[in-house]
């Protein structure tokens, strides 16, 4: 399967974004999906997940409250809301299929890979 993340952009602090994560080649309805970030300088970190149906969702605890991760399988996309974002959320935002149903905040639990979409948020 081939993700494509998309909507990334430059964005003042305080401002929102909504980035868009599509499938190709073959569905991921029946996967958990999961939203990564790597800032400048630093490891790659997770952001956001949600099961194969969108029941069960989890998220960084420096991003709840203000990101929320959806999904729609009728058109094999995963969105995360970006809101009141902040200069420490700027890194390139990844996305990607989990290997079960079930989400994981750890990378290793993910087995295909977007090649993301850079978000600037300036002060």
């Known amino acids: 399967v081939q993700l494509q993340a998309s909507g990334g952009g430059l964005v003042q602090a305080g401002g929102s974004l909504s980035l868009s994560c599509a499938a190709s080649g073959r569905t991921f309805s029946n996967n958990a999906v999961g939203w990564f970030r790597q800032a400048p300088g630093k490891e790659r970190e997770f952001v956001a997940g949600?099961?194969?149906?969108?029941?069960?969702?989890m998220y960084a605890e420096s991003v709840k409250g203000r990101f929320t991760i959806s999904r729609d399988n009728a058109k094999n996309t995963v969105y995360l809301q970006m809101n009141s974002l902040k200069p420490e959320d700027t890194a390139v935002y990844y996305c990607?299929?989990?290997?079960?149903?079930?989400?994981?905040?750890?990378?290793?639990?993910?087995?295909?890979w977007g090649q993301g979409t850079l978000v600037t948020v300036s002060s």
């Open positions: 990607a299929s989990a290997l079960g149903s079930m989400g994981s905040a750890v990378s290793s639990g993910y087995r295909y």
């Open positions: 949600i099961s194969w149906r969108g029941g069960s969702t």
